[in-house]
């Protein structure tokens, strides 16, 4: 068994500049698995676009998806663990959404079927955020007037915010960061202008998601890959942590590297140089 994990993020570093991973990427990561490295990927995203975003890619370990909060085996289409936001947690997120009439996705998870419900798309990142989305078989779309009334007795595993200005992704984030037993996430998009705000139970990230998969596939050391704020618990506990090229300024500074861009396949290319095969035991 190989002793090493490595684990990407996806938007931003393991992604290209379009949103999708290159041929090239592709042909690389498969070639490395199929000789029995361990690779997986740790992402924001849910089921509804990973699925066939990683279509082709044949993941033989559990994702990490919604920021560590779920663990998904994208082969079978199946969720293998999912924490859920606290009841306190829950009513203090609704409270604050619905007394202030505040658009947002709050995500529920049974059987492996996420439904997000929502009050009324509101600006232009919000909307093209759920247009990307809709229509996918892992994700229902539900709207609804009240979060508190239509989340009662659900597993809510995050909250999200799609806004199209910084100032109020910072108000946000500094309203639910006050709230007890959640951890929150702030940063800009992508693809464009527009801002993510997430909040998820307490002690979830990328990290946690990663030591679950570690402990499943018995890895001694994780090298991972990243380039946004929410990847910095995930290069903490990482023994060996790598920035793309293009990553932010606080994602560099963090990471005991720096290797080639997205654009052009920095983590499959240093994975083809540095995980070789000769390497697994």
């Known amino acids: 068994m190989a002793d090493t994990l490595y684990i990407s993020d996806l938007d931003g570093t393991l992604l290209g500049p379009d949103g999708r991973i290159s041929p090239r990427s592709r042909e690389i990561l498969n070639g490395l698995i199929s000789q029995g490295v361990q690779f997986t990927v740790a992402s924001a995203r849910t089921p509804a676009t990973v699925v066939d975003l990683l279509d082709g890619l044949y993941l033989r370990l ?61 600006g232009r990142f919000e909307q093209e955020f759920v247009a990307e989305r809709r229509g996918s078989p892992y994700k229902t779309f539900v709207q609804t007037d009240s979060f508190a009334r239509a989340t009662r007795g659900c597993r809510v595993l995050a909250a999200l915010l799609c806004l199209d200005d910084a100032a109020g992704a910072s108000r946000w984030y500094k309203a639910f960061s006050q709230l007890d037993d959640v951890d929150c996430f702030c940063y800009v998009n992508n693809y464009g202008q527009g801002y993510t705000v997430e909040v998820y139970p307490a002690g979830c990230d990328k990290a946690t998601g990663l030591e679950a998969v570690k402990q499943l596939c018995g890895a001694k050391h994780v090298v991972c890959f990243g380039d946004n704020l929410n990847d910095l618990p995930l290069f903490a506990a990482a023994d060996r942590a790598l920035a793309v090229g293009n990553a932010c300024a606080e994602a560099k500074q963090a990471a005991g590297e720096v290797i080639g861009p997205n654009s052009e396949d920095g983590v499959a290319l240093w994975l083809q140089a540095h995980a070789r095969p000769e390497a697994v035991s």
């Open 62 to 122: 559990p994702a990490v998806l919604m920021t560590g909060t779920l663990l998904y085996d994208v082969a079978s289409r199946t969720a293998l663990a999912a924490k859920a936001l606290s009841g306190p947690a829950l009513d203090a997120v609704c409270t604050l959404l619905d007394s202030t009439g505040q658009e947002a996705l709050l995500y529920c998870e049974k059987d492996s079927h996420l439904t997000a419900y929502y009050r009324q798309f509101t």
